[in-house]
């Protein structure tokens, strides 16, 4: 069996720690933002998996910061996280500035 990196179990958004949670669903993705809890469908794919994982993040992010018609227009949540799903993957370099800077905060 080779190995597959597994989503974090907890997630910061704005002051709120969402609880990552896989399980079988029929959905791909759930966000609750007054359970703080994402579900993941755990059937899916590895980039599914993470897709998944930023759009509902997305939503929560959008909640958070009172911006509830955005996160309920599920096609701009859906075009803006595949945007930054494809920005994180084809930019490893980026990955490693965020973790420097991230490590000086």
């Known amino acids: 069996m080779s190995y597959r990196p597994k989503p974090p179990t907890t997630i910061k958004i704005g002051p709120i720690p969402f609880d ?9 993705g759930l966000m ?11 059937s899916m ?25 955005l996160s309920d227009n599920e096609g701009f949540v859906q075009a803006a996280s595949n945007a930054l799903t ?11 500035y965020i973790n420097e800077v991230a490590r000086k905060a």
């Open 20 to 28: 990552v949670i896989k399980e079988p669903s029929e959905n791909s």
């Open 86 to 96: 494809a920005l994180l993957i084809n930019n490893i370099d980026l990955i490693r």
């Open 45 to 69: 794919g590895l980039h599914c998996e993470l897709e998944t994982l930023l759009h509902e993040s997305f939503h929560a992010m959008l909640t958070c910061i009172g911006k509830e018609e």
């Open 32 to 42: 609750e933002y007054e359970d703080q809890r994402i579900t993941l469908n755990d």
